[in-house]
């Protein structure tokens, strides 16, 4: 039994930094990507970055420059740093293990005030 386990949100002023962190455990073979997505209150869920096995990287526009998503392969570990946070990055955080799963994480609030 696959379990994503996900920690390290929390309220937050603006401008300030978060780290959130994900463990997919069980058994898992070669997750080809792994990724954040988030969900604001009355709004759909949104990609907000992804990480391929090679290190490759994909983000929203809206969080370039300030997010930066990382991943401990051996630990089936993804990470997500979020620095100089603004109010509208307010949301549950979801940790996905894609390619070849589609695994979701519990999500984890990440609340920014201004």
């Known amino acids: 039994q696959v379990q994503l386990v996900e920690s390290g949100g929390g309220l937050v002023q603006a401008g300030g930094s978060l780290r959130l962190s994900c463990t997919a455990s069980?058994?898992?073979?070669?997750?080809?990507?792994m990724g954040w997505y988030r969900q604001a209150p009355g709004k759909q869920r949104e990609l907000v970055a992804t990480i391929i096995l090679g290190g490759r990287t994909n983000y929203a526009d809206s969080v370039k420059g300030r997010f930066t998503i990382s991943r401990d392969s051996a630990k089936n570990t993804v990470f997500l740093q979020m620095n100089s946070l603004k109010p509208e990055d307010t949301g549950v955080y979801y940790c996905?293990?894609?390619?070849?799963?589609?695994?979701w994480g519990q999500g984890t609030q990440v609340s920014v005030s201004s």
């Open positions: 996905n293990v894609g390619t070849p799963y589609n695994y």
């Open positions: 069980g058994v898992l073979v070669r997750i080809a990507n």
